[in-house]
């Protein structure tokens, strides 16, 4: 009986400590997986919201963030497919998530992060939110 109680004790407190964990503002309030692991992926846009209007995404356009820290955009364009790379970092306390390709470099608020699912909102100029998808 006292293995019960020490157990409920333990999942009770990790459940109140969990609920204050939510490092992205639309979730998930807690992965077990590291922040690096769910951004390395290869991601395409499912949606861009820009001025509350919102256009669907295709599929001729990738992003692939690798562990190294290397990022591959692949787009289709006029039948010609081109790709440009670069570097990836997060930013601070890993909520932005910093993208270099040349001399250029952009960065953007992280919203949400699941293995499935990144969305980022871009401030610079117009404010930008864009969800990519998992392309795998």
Known sequence: MKTNKKLLFLVIT????????????????FSPWPAKWRVVNTWKVEKTITAGQTTTGSDDYTIEFKGDGTAISTMIFGGSTITTEGTWE????????????????????????????????DIAGFETETHYISAK
Do not use: H, Q
């Open 14 to 29: 990790l459940m109140i400590a969990f609920v204050g964990c939510k490092k992205y503002e639309d979730g998930p309030t």
């Open 90 to 121: 997060f930013g601070s306390k890993k909520e932005t998530l910093r993208v270099t390709s040349g001399s250029s470099t952009s960065e953007a608020t992280i919203l949400r992060l699941t293995s499935n699912e990144l969305w980022v909102k």
